[in-house]
Each structure stands twice: as structure tokens, then as C-alpha cells.
């Protein structure tokens, strides 16, 4: 788990148009990844940025960083090859001070793993006072340092990527380590160097009034790794004692010139201290950051838009009820049917009745106070022959009883077709139910008016409420 | 029985026919939680059989047909009866119908709808019992007869009248199974009621469609996860939100401190709208027509002093909830030190709390200059430091997700939200309101929220969404 893999991961997750059938599928067909989650969606993400654009955010993110880190640990490096020779640096008249290695060796890296350890801590913060410190401004910072070509490639991709401050902490953690460990290499390359290249005389010197016991205690301590296993590379009481000199004494006493050998060793200690303390223990610091870092992207992982979202589409069960086609649109059109009236006449050659019978035909006349010799009904449960035969009773103007609430049918308008045929005019009359006294609802008429527009007929005129009329005359006013 | 073309492991088929205009696709639309399925008041809106299967990782369990209504019913019974056959060879004389006039415009809409019975869907028949029983239906329930298929009546209520009983009564000499269906206020456990009818149709279909009904609790379940999700991750990312504005000039100007301000407000504005349709897709409200003008709760500004009335705490409330949170803080560090502290920890967290909340009622968040002495200077604000805020973004999610929910897949209509102002004591009781602010105060901390704490606080919403809706 790695940088690129948290970014391939975001990257498919952005441009993803994977359909829920597909995650399905794939959650069905790698059922061992199941019950590790960030295994799961590390194989999504491998599986789907082969079909993402080339060059990938992770590949160019990636080998952005790698250059970046090989070109800042070479010149740590190289700062440490410098620091440890000036460190070392010796005239031949005035004795190396052991002091000043000790601290770089030990006293430096330990502040600075101290340092590094509380950060870790403190990863999960992602900073708002202390913004110049965050990781983000320093990525910021990096990435406007790089060339004008590699801006615009990343341009308009990393406008929009947000990595997740969690990740970016422990980048420049690892970084850090990485960076103090090339120069830990540097200092200890240089003591090498200095050591088999250079007759250095170590010594040791303070203005604090520290005893020879005091120091070698110290010294002792600091050796506390490798003491039991490398004794020589721990000095003597009488190599401390020996070594020590006074800002106002002679520059190389004659007992130490005597000793000449003896202030030599000095270096094993410094050896074994830059291993331990600049080396090993930074070394796992890198450790630490390296197993950090993979926890955190692991972790974000989970944080990454669109994450869990995919998690469950692979791992549920994919119910759908959706249809499988779809439906083309259809629209109602608005129709202004002109041939309406408002009232009824005061009489009809005929009232027929759709799926009325005529007792309730010769209610509705006296209701309507309409009069109609003859009422007649027409579909409901009649047969088509019962309905021929009402057809040839037909003539003149026929006043036609509709149920408003009940859409015309093909089979009313086959009726009407034919009735057509023998009546000189046809007044459809949309009515309401007995509970509304006969009144029916504008909306139902409107949908009579509708299919009878379909109809084309001069003859065939539809009854609608006087309110409607007016409203129909302010419209077309 | 009738051999129809259905093999012994084909999936439970159910056709929804009846009269034109009487809900049928209502009925689908509810049925299947589709709202893409076209509903007028027009008939004829349905003029080719459409399915709707319940798939569950591609295996269809059953599938439901919304079809178009009976056109000429009289016409096909007339040419059935014309053929005078025994009652077992019924269907065949159906199947020869079908067979004449497939190509025949004029009987397009019955054989759309026979077509689905004859390859062995059970019969879903919907009338509308708002309005009264016609003998005009009798030709198309017993031409459904003659199919000879398993068969139920759903008694549907489109208007205001009621004429169920003569419905029943007529009803009940053609189908064994007749049930009252509302498609226009349906719960899960009307949902599950009805599904439970059409399993007893046919015996080999029961086990098909009672393990649909476990698919669908599922189902809901699913949407209630998601919403919660999303929801929780709303206010995560809006209390944490950070927005920053570069400046050029030695000082920042008022203007651009308000122009920050304004787009951090339009940030937390279109978090909150992503997520109202996020939830409108969850469940299956992509078609959804919300009313701009009327519509309070779109015209009611997330930012605005009615909204923070309705939804959020009262500066009371508000002041309890924040001294509590201080108080737990302070009782910490007591605890730390065994109670030497004389718990004056505790109560000095409880004033700080309490003072802070009281003070800061109305505000949103501090504008801080940022990068100053390295040359690129900029203004940043949040992450939200208005205790209320969360408690109005909930509450108007919340809000929105009970209203979608609760909406029926067969409406059509504008969505019109009525502003309820006693909703927020219908969720948020003393106890939830602590157990919310101590996630509210871990993300206005600004530190990475591990993602156990957020499922803990979906977990909370899913519980008020489940006690809402």
C-alpha cells in the first residue's frame, strides 16, 4: 500500500462511471478480498485505471517525488560529507573536540527524532495555526518550485486533489527521515574518511566544570547499545582523563603528545555512536514513518470520496426494481375544443347514455330539465348488437350522457363513430356522479374534450359547465 | 390447469391491468419505487406493456407489467364467447385471439396486456373506488377469466368518494383475493402487505415472493444507511470546511473578508444542496419536481434567523448543550487529578462552554490572515465555530429525508415541503442533542475525524431517520 495506490484509487473513483452491476460483479467474483476492505478497493483501482487516460496522478505524483527526494538526499548527503570533514577537520596543532561529533551524532538526531515522534503524534491534526509548518504549505511550496512544463501537466489535476492532510503528514515525516538519514550517511562516510585518510588527536574540552568521571559516566551511558558487545569502542576512564584539554593550557600538552595512540581511539567510540544513534535509530524512525504512512493511506483509503459507497455496492447484495426499458416521453397536449356549449337545449330527438340505463337517463333529463322523447343506453353491459340496434333507432340531434370520471374508450368512439353515421348532431355531456349532483369535474371534461378533438367532427359538439366557457372565452380573448 | 408457455423455474410474473386511467402505473410505480414511470390523467398514456423486474444480483425474483388499459373490451369478449369451448380450453381460445390479431392496431392495447397473462403472469386488476361500480367492467374481468391465470383485485382510491363496498361486493365473484391499495401513501408495511397477497396467488410462487419482501426490508434498510451516510458526511464537511481567499495588498479590505465570508456561506449552501438530491436519488426521487416559489424550505436561506429558528437550538438549549460539553472536559481533567482539583475543573469547563456558546449565537466562524511573513498573504475561515450550525443543517436534512421518504413513487405533483415548526422536538430530545455535540465538537476541532467516529454518527441519524420515517 503506497502513495500511488491511495491516488490511482482517487483518480478512479473521480472518473468513475461504473455502473452498480459492474461493482456487483466484481464483488462477487473476488469474494477473499471481502473482509479486507482497502484490499478490495487497491484491486478496484488496479483493475479500473487501465481504462484512465495516461500519464496516471499516481505516476506522475510518484516520479515527481522520487526526483525530488533522490535530489534533496544527494545534497544532504553531500551536507553531511561537508559537516562531518569540518567537523573532523584537524591542523595539527589544536586537537579535534570530540564534543562537537558527539553532538552532531547523538544530541542532533535525538532532538530531532524527539521532534519527529511528537509530529507523528500529532499527524492526525491537519493544522490551522500552525500552517506553516503543515505539510500542505510545504507541498504547495514544493509544487511551485517545479518547471513550467510539469506545472501545466499537473495543472487542472491537482487544482482539484485533495489528499488528505493525514497522508500528507506522514509524507514529510518519511521524507524527514529519509533526508536526515542521507546525511547521517554523509557524517559517517566523512569520519571514515577523515579516519583512514587523516592522524586526527581527539580530544575533549569544556567551559562547564565536568570531571573526567563525569564525562567518561556520560560517554558510558551514551554507549549503553553496544558496550557489552564492542567494550574497546567505549573510552577508557584514562582516555578521557588523557584527552581532555584547557582553552589556557598549551594547545597539545606533553602528556597527551605522549599519548598520541592512545587519543586515536576516540574514533570507535564516534564510529559506533554515529551508527547507533545517527544510523540504526534513524533507520527505524524511517521504519516507523514507513509502516505510518501505510497506515495513514490505509486509513484514507476509507476517507476517499465515493469509498464506501463502492464498498457497498460490491459487498450488498444489488436489488433493483428499476424498469428495464425506458419509457418514451409522452405529452399530454392542451387542446381548446371549440364546438362546446354551455346549456342544454330544452329538448333532444334522443338521449342515449353511456353505460347509463335509461330509469337513471330519465332522471338525469329531469335534472338537467332537458326532454328527450326516447332514452336509450349504449355500451356498458350491452352487446354490440344491442348497441346496432340502438344505433338504428338514432336521428336528428342526440343528447349524449357520459360518465365524466370514466376516460373515453375505443369503444365509445367506435360507438360513436357509427352513431355518427345517422344523427345530425351529437351533444356529449360529460356528468358528474348522483353524489355530485351530475356535476362533473373540469378535469374530466377536459380529458372528453381531448379525445374527441382526435375525432375531427363537426357534428359532434361537447357540453361543458358555464364557468368553463367563460374561462374558454377569456382565453381566446 | 392451463399449460402456459411459463417453465416450472420461471420467475413469479404479476400483470397490472384494469381500465384506462385507474392507477395502474400508480400502482407499478410504487410497487417498483419508480418515479420515471409517465402518469396522466390521460388515457392512453400507456400504450405499450413495460417491465419492472425485482432483480437481485441479476436474478430476477418476479417482475411486474404495467400495461395499457382495456380498450375494446366488449369486442374481444364478444369474439371469445363466439367460441363456444369448455372451461379448460378457455385460454387457448384467449392465446388464439392473440395469435388473429397481433397485428392489428385496433386491439394493440389488449393484446399488450394479454400478452404478458398468456406467458403466465398472475392478474393484478386495479380499479378505482372513489368513483362507482359500472357494469362496463364486467366485459374486461371476465374476458381476465378466460386466461384462466391466478388473479387479484386492487381496490385503489383516486378521488375523494368512496364506493369500496359496492367495489367489494362485484369484485368478489370474479377474484379470490381483493385488497384496498393507496399508491399515493405507501409504507413499507402496506408495501409488504401487498406483496404478501400476490405470494398467495399461486402456491409455487410464494417462496419467490416472500423472500422479495426480505430483498425489500433490505432495500429500505439500504436507503436508510445511505441517507444517514450522506448526511453525516454533510455536516462533517461543512463544520469542517476551510476556506481561504489570497490578497495582494498590505491589509486585508472588508470587502474581501465579506467576499470570503460569502463564499464560504455559498460552500456550505451547495454541500447541503448535493446532498438533497443525493438523498433524492437514494430513493429514487430523480424525477422530482420540488415547488421554487412556494416551496419554504427552498426559499428558507440555510443562513437565515428563521431557518436557525426552526431548526437549530435555542440560545437556551444551545447554552446548556455547549456548558454540558465544557463540563465533560473539565470533568476530565478532575478525574486526572482523583477530584483534587475540587471539580472546580468541571465548572470552569461549564462556564467556558456556556460563555462561548452564549457569545458566539450568531457567528460563524473567525477570519484569520494567514502567511504573512512568507510573501503569499491570505485570509482563511472555519472550520465552523457556530455551535448552532450543525443543529440547523441536520435539522433541514433531516427534514428533507423524512419528506422525501415519506413520498410516494407515484406522485407526480410538484413537491410542496409544509413547514412543520414542531418538527425539531419530533428528533432531537436532551440526550441526543449531547451525544451530537460531542461529534459536533470533534469535527470543529480540525483534526482527521477517524472513520469509526463518523460511523457512530451516522449510526445516530440512522436512529432518528428510522423513529421519522
Known sequence: MNLASYLDLYEVLESDNSTRNERRTFGLSHPELKEDPVEQLSAWANREKLKLKRPLLSETLSSYLYWVTLILSFLTFVLGVVSGIGLLSY?????????????????????????????????????????????????????????????DQLKGRFSELKINPLILNWLVIKRSQILALAFSFGLLLALLAMVATRDIAFAWSTTLSVTPEAFHHLLETLSFAWRDFFPWAVPSVELVEQSQYYRLGEKLGDTMISHAALLGEWWKFLLFATLFYAVILRFVMYII????????????????????KLLSDMNEVNISTHASTIENNFSSKTVAYTQVIDRFDQSYDMALGWAIDPDKLKLINERMQVIAPNCY???????????????????????????????????????????????????????????QAYVSKERDVNVWARKLFTLNNEKVWLKISSAQALKGEAENA | MPEHKESAFDHPKFAVV?????????????????????????????????????????????????TPGFQRARK????????????????????????????????????????????????????????????????????????????????????EGDYTAEWKRALGHYFKIVRTYDPMNISLAQHISILESMAQLKEEWTDSVKSSILFFEQYYEEMFQESAAAIAKAVF????????????????????????????????????????????????????????????FEELDLFSEESASLFGLTRKELLITA??????????????????????????????????????????????????TLGKRYLEIGPMANRNFPYILLGRLIYHTEQIAKRSHAKRSVAEFEMDSKFKEKWLDDALRKSLESYHKKFRSGKAIDEKVLLAYEALINTVLHKLI
Open chain 1, 91 to 151: 591542523n595539527g596543532h589544536e586537537p579535534v573536540n570530540v564534543i562537537y561529533f558527539i553532538a552532531m551524532v547523538v544530541f542532533v538526531p535525538l532532538v530531532t527524532m524527539s521532534l519527529a515522534l511528537l509530529s507523528m503524534f500529532r499527524a492526525s491534526r491537519s493544522q490551522s495555526m500552525l500552517i506553516h509548518l503543515s505539510p500542505a504549505f510545504w507541498m504547495e511550496r514544493i509544487v511551485a518550485l517545479l518547471p513550467n512544463k510539469v506545472k
Open chain 1, 289 to 308: 514513518s514507513t509502516i505510518g504512512l501505510k497506515k495513514a493511506i490505509e486509513r484514507s483509503f476509507m476517507t476517499l470520496e465515493g469509498s464506501k
Open chain 1, 377 to 435: 343506453e349504449a355500451g356498458g353491459a350491452n352487446s354490440l348488437e344491442e348497441d346496432s340496434e340502438v344505433i338504428s333507432k338514432c336521428h336528428g340531434e342526440i343528447l349524449f350522457y357520459v360518465k365524466a370520471w370514466e376516460p373515453p374508450t375505443m369503444d365509445f368512439m367506435d360507438f360513436l363513430e357509427s352513431l355518427l353515421e345517422k344523427a345530425d348532431k351529437v351533444i356529449v355531456a360529460p356528468i358528474g356522479t348522483e353524489q
Open chain 2, 18 to 66: 384494469g381500465h384506462p386511467n385507474k392507477g395502474k402505473s400508480s400502482i407499478v410505480s410504487s410497487l417498483a419505487l419508480d418515479d420515471s414511470v409517465q402518469i396522466s390523467d390521460t388515457p392512453g398514456t400507456t400504450t405499450k406493456k413495460r417491465s419492472f423486474p425485482l432483480t437481485v444480483d441479476g436474478k430476477i425474483i418476479y417482475e411486474l407489467f404495467d
Open chain 2, 76 to 159: 374481444v369478449l364478444a369474439w371469445l364467447e363466439g367460441h363456444d369451448v369448455s372451461a379448460d380450453k378457455k385460454y387457448e381460445v384467449v392465446q388464439e385471439f392473440i395469435h388473429t390479431f397481433k397485428n392489428d392496431p385496433k386491439f394493440n392495447d389488449e393484446i399488450e396486456l394479454l400478452e404478458p397473462i398468456m406467458e403466465g403472469a398472475g392478474i393484478i386488476y386495479v380499479v378505482d373506488a372513489s368513483k362507482p361500480y359500472g357494469e362496463e367492467y364486467e366485459a374486461e374481468m371476465e374476458i381476465l377469466r378466460w386466461t384462466g391465470q391466478p388473479s387479484m383485485a386492487l381496490i385503489n382510491h383516486i378521488d
Open chain 2, 237 to 296: 464537511d461543512s463544520v469542517s470546511l476551510i476556506d481561504t481567499l489570497a490578497f495582494t495588498s498590505e491589509k486585508a479590505s472588508d470587502v474581501e473578508k465579506k467576499r470570503l465570508e460569502e463564499n464560504y456561506k455559498n460552500r456550505l449552501r451547495m454541500i447541503e444542496s448535493s446532498t438533497q438530491k443525493q438523498i433524492e436519488i437514494i430513493w429514487h426521487h430523480e424525477n422530482l419536481e420540488k415547488d421554487k416559489t412556494q416551496l419554504a
Open chain 2, 323 to 372: 456548558a454540558t460539553s465544557g463540563a465533560i472536559t473539565g470533568a476530565g481533567i478532575d478525574l486526572m487529578f482523583a477530584g483534587h482539583t475540587l471539580f472546580i475543573g468541571g465548572a470552569l469547563g461549564a462556564v467556558v462552554g456556556g460563555v462561548g456558546a452564549y457569545f458566539a449565537f450568531n457567528e460563524l466562524s473567525e477570519i484569520k490572515v494567514l502567511g504573512q
